[in-house]
């Protein structure tokens, strides 16, 4: 884990204070609903159904155990998950040397959403965690049909600069 990260740390969206916290073992059923209670990912074989469990547990393990990765949650104060994302320290060259914090699937739950989760979350990633961490860069992708996912970064300030590029391996 990334130790320069105090974790866990309050959170205000809003009208309700959240715990961020580390992912823990214990959590992969509330993280397979997270990313399951999405469309898009959906459509991408993300399900929140047992016959996965052995392959999410496994992605589980691997991000745990690389000291280049966070997986957080966001607990609300009933202990409900609310809302995850994973960071990722990457040391670059370019850019003079450049450390970045790349931000992945940022889910908040959907009976949740539009309640200042995600916007609480991120704040506090470029304003602690990149800043913790030793980056000078937050970055992040975001699937283009998700145009409201698009304006609620831009909003935060982010920009809209590169064309990303997958190639899927079978």
């Known amino acids: 884990m990334l130790s320069p990260l105090l974790l866990p740390v309050s959170l205000q969206a809003r009208a309700q204070e959240l ?10 059923e509330s993280l397979m609903e997270l990313l ?44 409900e998950a609310v809302a995850t994302m994973q960071l990722t320290r990457i040391p670059g060259m370019a ?23 995600g916007e609480a979350m991120m704040r506090w990633v470029v304003d602690t965690a990149a800043p913790a961490m030793g980056a000078s860069l937050v970055q992040l992708t975001s699937d283009q049909a998700r145009t409201d996912a698009h304006r609620f970064y831009e909003r935060l300030g982010f920009v809209g600069s590169h064309l990303g590029f997958k190639y899927q391996l079978r």
């Open 19 to 28: 715990t961020l916290r580390r992912a823990v073992e214990a959590d992969l």
């Open 95 to 117: 850019r003079r040397g450049a450390t970045r914090l790349l931000v992945e699937a940022v889910r908040v739950r959907s009976t949740h959403r539009s309640g200042g989760i």
């Open 36 to 79: 399951s209670d999405d469309p898009i990912s959906a459509t991408r074989g993300d399900r929140a159904d047992e016959a996965d469990a052995a392959a999410y547990a496994a992605a589980l393990h691997a991000i745990l155990d690389d000291p280049s990765n966070e997986l957080l949650l966001a607990v609300n104060a009933s202990g």
